[in-house]
């Protein structure tokens, strides 16, 4: 740009337009150009000796010892003359321009930063609220993911998402029709095999025939409440109906009823069973699985309580929620499988009692899908041990 500058001076001075031998402040106040004629200055110096050898065109020369940017051109008539600027006043001009140019790219670059952190937000915000959707469902929702208000390119990946949800639910009914078929199937047959148990009683059988009989009707029994948990549990599983659909129903007498049923039991195991606190307590929910909610904690908590133990239940109803709680006096569980016991099957490490490991994960399955929570922690109060179930239901009302 510098260059152009002076190569448009000397076409100015090829036409005549400018007369050389003095500096050409009008030009370019900023950029001190001087035009020197060859005929308009003396020959005898050694700078303008050196300067006239110079062929024409561009060239780097010293003027009063300062270094220059001279244009050497010659005219028609052979005289020549040459349009020079200082380089240090070049350099200070590129530097400037310099600066003006790159000042307005380095305060665009963070705002192009930011804008293209906006823009790929918002292009994601589609893709963040299906993962929500899908991090917010219970395991066992398999509804298809909705595409009418998401743009046509996730599509096909929730097409795909879709097909796989589709496919887990077949699965997951036929793992639900295989449980409900086999546990139906092998109910008539194992109470076939309880009945003739039975029927072994009057008989008059030496002492160690009736210890064998005694354990296999024990045997029996247990096969006997394994069935009867899995089929609870392939109930649960299939069914449908949303809490907010469910009838009202009272929670303390549901409670009531189940320890009623059980007094017997308990008495025979030598275990103090009973209520501590009892509130009148509206929930929304199906009598049969509130129940089963607790006959399943109250025969675990049996299970592990020791003769002349003791077992007390709570009803009382919360700010928002009707909070059913059942504490015992057994072991307890060890602190690093307390978080276990509300998956199918998980008996611990040292299990103790003939349960199946079903009745706790029926329990929360249950209590999920009726929208509540639930919380076991152990107890150490006076140095007395046990185990405190705690379920929070959402409260209702008539």
């Known amino acids: 740009m510098q260059d152009s500058v002076l190569i448009q001076i000397a076409g100015l001075v090829q036409t005549g337009s400018l007369a050389g031998g003095r500096d050409l402040h009008g030009v370019d106040e900023d950029a001190e150009v001087w035009l020197i ?17 110079l062929k024409d065109g561009f060239a780097l020369a010293t003027r009063n010892g300062q270094p220059i940017r001279v244009l050497m051109q010659t005219r028609h008539d052979g005289t020549r003359f040459a349009v020079a600027q200082r380089t240090s006043v070049r350099d200070e001009i590129a530097s400037d321009m310099a600066f003006r140019t790159v000042l307005p790219i380095a305060a665009l670059i963070p705002c192009l930063l930011l804008v293209t952190a906006i823009v790929v937000a918002r292009s994601l915000q589609p893709v963040v609220r299906l993962a929500g959707d899908l991090d917010g469902r219970r395991t066992d929702d398999m509804t298809p993911l909705p595409t009418g208000q998401m743009p046509s390119e996730l599509h096909p990946f929730i097409a795909s998402i879709n097909g796989l949800l589709q496919r887990m639910r077949g699965l997951m009914e036929q793992q639900r029709s295989f449980v409900a078929d086999a546990a139906h199937e092998l109910r008539t047959p194992i109470a076939a095999l309880s009945l003739q148990v039975e029927n072994l009683d009057p008989v ?55 320890v009623a049923e059980l007094l017997p039991e308990a008495t025979n195991r030598g275990v103090d069973l009973g209520f501590a606190h009892v509130d009148s307590a509206m929930v929304r929910g199906d ?29 009382y109803r919360g700010s928002d929620a009707a909070i059913l709680q059942i504490d015992d006096c057994g072991p307890g569980v060890a602190a690093d499988e307390i978080g276990r016991i509300f998956e199918p099957f998980f008996r611990g490490l040292r299990p103790e009692g003939d ?9 929360k399955r249950i209590v999920d899908r009726l929208g509540g929570a639930i919380e076991a922690v152990n107890l150490a109060e006076g140095g007395v041990t046990g185990l405190r179930v705690l379920i929070r239901l959402p409260a209702a009302n008539f």
């Open 287 to 315: 009598p049969i699985m509130i129940a089963a909610v607790v006959r399943n904690l109250l025969d675990n908590a049996m299970r592990f309580t020791p003769r002349n133990g003791r077992i007390d239940a709570y009803v």
């Open 37 to 53: 004629d060859q005929a308009a200055t003396a020959h005898d110096t050694e700078y303008e000796s050196g300067l006239w050898k």
């Open 204 to 258: 008059d059988l030496p002492l160690r025939a009736r210890d064998r009989v005694a354990a296999l009707r024990q045997g029996v029994g247990r096969i006997r409440h394994l069935l009867d948990q899995l089929l609870a549990l392939a109930r649960e599983e299939a069914g449908k109906a949303d809490a907010a659909t469910m009838p009202v129903v009272k929670l303390d007498d549901i409670a009531k009823e189940v």
């Open 355 to 363: 349960g199946s490991g079903l009745g706790l994960s029926i329990v």
